[in-house]
């Protein structure tokens, strides 16, 4: 049963022309779903209206700004151990090298040139493992573990993708 135009009349408040509410009430009589969600309409339009207790918002104001206190704080602790981890990263990948410049300015040269070759060296050596692989693994693995492979991965990255959503989706406004 189509419901979409009578749900949109109830919960829209909308002013009728004499057809839609012929429509409307020969809908209520035939569907319940629609016909609780009119007399839940009413009940609610007919409750009565709570005011908050007296220092509600300052209350609200407080937490608020405590809460964004705390959220700065986070953001500035993960600054700081990124930065951390950067700086012991490069220390460590090239403290040797930091070493060597110290001593004389033909040694920076020559730490240069030789971290330079080093790393593009590595970048032709990893390219060139990877197009060996490449060639040969379609040989060697049948179709059907291609397909296991494949849709392994993509589970994962499913997964993956699922959890930095739900990691970064945090609920908004004031927990209790």
């Known amino acids: 049963m189509n419901h979409l135009p009578f749900e949109d009349w109830l919960l829209?408040?909308?002013?009728?022309?004499?057809?839609?509410?012929?429509?409307?009430?020969?809908?209520?009589?035939?569907?319940?779903?629609?016909?609780?969600?009119?007399?839940?309409?009413?009940?609610?339009?007919?409750?009565?209206?709570?005011?908050?207790?007296?220092?509600?918002?300052?209350?609200?104001?407080?937490?608020?700004?405590?809460?964004?206190?705390?959220?700065?704080?986070?953001?500035?602790?993960?600054l700081f151990v990124f930065v951390l981890a950067a700086a012991g990263l490069i220390t460590f990948a090239g403290g040797s090298t930091l070493l060597s410049m110290v001593n004389s300015p033909a040694e920076w040269l020559t730490a240069g040139i030789s971290y330079l070759l080093y790393i593009v060296t590595s970048a032709q050596v990893f390219f060139e493992m990877g197009y060996v692989l490449l060639s040969v693994l379609p040989r060697f693995i049948p179709p059907f573990a291609w397909m296991v492979i494949i849709s392994a991965m993509g589970g994962v990255s499913l997964l993956w993708t699922i959890s930095i959503w739900r990691f970064t989706s945090r609920a908004q406004g004031v927990t209790a």
């Open 12 to 78: 829209n408040d909308e002013v009728l022309s004499v057809m839609q509410k012929r429509e409307l009430d020969s809908h209520l009589r035939e569907c319940a779903t629609c016909s609780t969600l009119a007399e839940t309409g009413l009940v609610l339009r007919s409750a009565k209206v709570v005011a908050p207790v007296p220092g509600f918002a300052a209350r609200f104001e407080q937490r608020l700004a405590a809460q964004r206190v705390l959220e700065r704080r986070r953001r500035l602790i993960g």
